[in-house]
């Protein structure tokens, strides 16, 4: 395995770009650094590296050599090849003499730290004065810095003089952004030629220097060359004419001679990457010339300088390097709907049949698909990114190719797997499952495709698709059932159980025939039936459990008969009895109910807020009356209900809601009572002035005892209460009459309650518990025990 240290571009002073290429490495066996091992490099992008395999051999670590297993390859630049380019390479090398596969690798091409200088032939303009004389000479140079660097120079213009230059920062984050520097110095006439040069603030990196003629006595100056660029349409085979416009200020004198090359931002349609022209000035001044070519298509057009170099009377003068020519692209991206194409081709190998034990693999392959009309010569992509990942997400293995096609066969370098000591392994790509697929075309940044900004192009497109390995059945690509579905409805009487059945087929040659099945219901009609679709459907009469049995054939004649066979057993149950509910009673409300109750409330808070004004009336005046007040009014209120309830809703209100508000009415006349007595008890002893209020409840007691006799007429009315003399022969069980007054003192008092679940006679204790007991309430076992001594008291008739 080659691990790559640094991709360095030697950068020769006094040019931007790599004159050399230096890729250093190391290269192991297992893990472990080799020496004296054989290490082949080869070239895949971008387009225009030099072909051919580059060989050198790994370090021993010999003393004085480098370490143990370091590689360097020194590769010449090329044309295009410039700093910060990704550079893509294939490596091996031998192992135990055993040469290994080729490794893809990638890395950007380094410059280093240094500034990139390139200095512009001088300009100098007539001289000036005549003691001393002075030529006026102006320099300038085009810079390149490390991306994210800043760095200062210094002119140095030989004659003892210097200048510094503002601190300059390249902040595009690109290799190759020209930065201009230029300066004008008076040279005293000379003589004796100089060296003007530019040096970095880095004393470690070399300075660029130019040759000086401060002689008055020789051209006198040059005229500056400026290039102006003209583009016209794309041609039929994707060429871009472009005319080129020099003008020199000053003309060129008559009869002097001259020469311009034009260097071109791309190569023309003959291969040419400059053009050199010689003005006619024997004719007179030149102060123009045009230049017209055809430029081969770039990506996202040209973005290269077209710079003029001019010979005037054999000196050279400067010129105007960075005029671009940037026509509109020829061609655009692939087509957005369907950029690119995967297939799959799985090879017919009889290993299948056995377990997988080598790498059996698929050959996968990209088809570019270029939106109508096609390009004529469409771009070819420098490589594809492949990216498979293994079935249930198994591990991502990861290729690069030059290919449109790769096979999966040998294995690829993922995820999915790991080798001796925990590195990267091969992933065996050719277990049973289903594979996903990513593939990314990636095109040369010159390939003729649109770019953005920084130069990158915009179209590298990616594309996902996927496919089956499966040992034997897909071998030929037959039809296989996966499942069987079946939703049995249970048998009803004497109505048999239609059970439907669909089969899940995979078909990927889409050869599927018909399906054959079997019921496993012998002697029943429909037990066996064949259909031209995986779905079915039969009648069972009996209820039990039933093997399903689906043979599903294939009109590939190759293919097994029948292709597959899947059972699956389903069960068929009687219907339950449906269950026989008795639906609840329609919710009922009692308005008599809520009037009655509301009555015999108000007048229970009435009575207690009268009580306790009076009690306050000596400590809080003014609160006592407002009580007093409110009480009376609450009592007053009651009074007026119960009187509407005794008009409207006497005959019609249930006997349990008129007993229920009896015993309540009954407790009341006991709680007045109790009040009454204490507060008498209280004033004896000189307790306050609460005779009054012992009074008062004296009268509420005898107000509850009216409500008391009204609500017993009410329910003797109704026949919720009836007198039954009790004990002897004598006894009479008639009900109440109006002589009620002369049954036995021995006689009980009945409750007659319509509708109360009970039967005979029960006591009042007992009848008040049910009573509550239906309300919701459990009584306590206190009240449980005063039932009982109620009971022996009054007994309660229950009838339904």
């Not at 390995?469 to 109505?495: E, F, W």
Request: proline residues 10%; contains cysteine.
């Amino acid at each position: 395995m080659f691990v790559t240290l640094r991709v360095d571009g030697i950068v020769t002073p006094g040019t931007l770009q790599p004159a050399q290429l230096r890729i250093t490495g190391s290269w192991e066996c297992g893990g472990a650094p080799a020496g004296g091992e054989t290490v082949e490099l080869q070239l895949n992008s971008p387009a225009g590296a030099p072909a051919g395999t580059f060989t050198a051999t790994s370090s021993t670590g010999a003393p004085g050599t480098p370490p143990l297993g370091s590689v360097t390859f020194t590769i010449p630049a090329w044309t295009q090849s410039v700093c910060g380019m990704k550079l893509g390479y294939l490596v091996r090398g031998t192992c135990s003499g055993a040469m290994q596969p080729w490794q893809s690798l990638s890395r950007d091409i380094d410059c280093g730290d240094c500034p990139r200088i390139q200095l512009a032939a001088p300009t100098y303009a007539p001289c000036t004065g005549a003691n001393p004389a002075l030529k006026p000479t102006t320099l300038a140079a085009t810079v390149m810095l490390r991306p994210n660097r800043s760095s200062t120079f210094q002119w140095d213009f030989g004659d003892g003089n210097s200048q510094s230059v503002p601190s300059i920062t390249n902040s595009s984050g690109d290799w190759n952004q020209p930065f201009q520097i230029s300066t004008t110095h008076n040279y005293v006439d000379s003589a004796a030629q100089l060296q003007a040069c530019l040096r970095p603030q880095n004393g470690e990196c070399p300075s660029v220097c130019v040759t000086i003629d401060p002689s008055c006595g020789g051209p006198g100056g040059c005229p500056v060359a400026t290039v102006a660029v003209s583009n016209g349409p794309c041609d039929a085979n994707g060429a871009v004419p472009v005319t080129y416009t020099v003008t020199f200020t000053p003309p060129i004198p008559q009869g002097v001679p001259a020469s311009v090359t034009i260097n071109y931002g791309g190569a023309n349609t003959q291969g040419l990457l400059s053009a050199t022209i010689t003005p006619n000035t024997a004719a007179g001044p030149v102060s123009s010339l045009s230049h017209a070519t055809s430029l081969v298509h770039r990506a996202g057009g040209y973005s290269s300088s077209a710079n003029v170099t001019a010979f005037v009377n054999g000196q050279l003068c400067t010129s105007n390097p960075n005029v671009l020519a940037a026509p509109q692209p020829c061609i655009g991206c692939p087509d957005p709907q369907n950029p690119i194409t995967v297939t799959v081709t799985v090879p017919n190998d009889p290993r299948w049949c056995a377990a997988v034990t080598a790498p059996i693999g698929a050959t996968l392959a990209a088809q570019v698909n270029w939106a109508a009309p096609v390009p004529a010569n469409p771009p070819i992509p420098v490589r594809f990114d492949w990216t498979v990942t293994l079935p249930n997400n198994a591990g991502t293995a990861t290729q690069s190719t030059t290919m449109a096609a790769v096979s999966t066969t040998a294995g690829w370098i993922g995820t999915g797997a790991t080798g001796a000591g925990g590195a990267p392994g091969a992933v065996n790509l050719s277990q049973a499952g289903t594979y996903s697929v990513s593939v990314t075309a990636v095109f040369a940044p010159n390939s003729g495709l649109p770019t953005d900004a920084s130069g990158t192009i915009t179209c590298n497109t990616t594309a996902p698709a996927t496919f089956r390995l499966d040992p034997c059945d897909t071998r030929r690509d037959c039809p296989r059932v996966t499942d069987l579905q079946a939703n049995p409805p249970c048998i009803s009487g004497n109505t048999p159980s239609r059970v439907a059945v669909t089969a899940t087929v995979d078909d990927p040659a889409g050869t599927a025939g018909t399906t054959d099945w079997n019921f496993d219901d012998p002697g029943s009609q429909g037990n066996q039936i064949s259909t031209a679709t995986p779905t079915a459907s039969h009648d069972y009469a009996v209820p039990g459990t039933y093997t399903v049995t689906a043979r599903l054939r294939s009109t590939d004649p190759g293919c097994p008969n029948p292709a597959s066979v899947f059972s699956r057993p389903i069960t068929v149950v009687r219907c339950p009895d449906p269950p026989t509910t008795t639906p609840p009673p329609p919710p009922t409300s009692d308005p008599c109910a809520a009037l009655l109750w509301a009555a015999i409330i108000c007048m229970a808070l009435g009575g207690v807020l009268v009580v306790l004004g009076c009690v306050l009336s000596t400590a809080v005046p003014q609160a006592s009356v407002v009580l007093m007040a409110v009480g009376i009014g609450l009592t007053v209120l009651g009074w007026l209900l119960l009187f509407i309830w005794w008009l409207v809703c006497r005959p019609i209100t249930a006997c349990s809601v008129i007993l229920a508000v009896r015993a309540f009415v009954i407790a009341m006349i006991a709680v007045f009572a109790v009040i009454a007595i204490v507060l008498a008890i209280l004033a004896a002893f000189g307790v306050g002035n609460l005779w009054p209020c012992a009074g008062a409840a004296t009268v509420y007691g005898l107000n509850w005892g009216i409500v008391l006799a009204i609500i017993d007429g009410v329910a003797l009315a109704r026949g919720c209460l009836v007198a039954n003399p009790s004990g002897g022969a004598g006894s009479s069980s008639s009900p109440l009459t109006g002589n009620a007054s002369k049954k036995s003192a021995h006689g009980t008092l009945r409750m007659v309650i319509p509708g109360l679940p009970i039967a005979g006679t029960v006591g009042l204790g007992t009848a008040l518990s049910r009573v509550t007991s239906l309300a919701g309430i459990t009584p306590c076992e206190p009240c449980r025990q005063r039932a009982a001594r109620l009971d022996e008291r009054v007994q309660i008739s229950g009838r339904r």
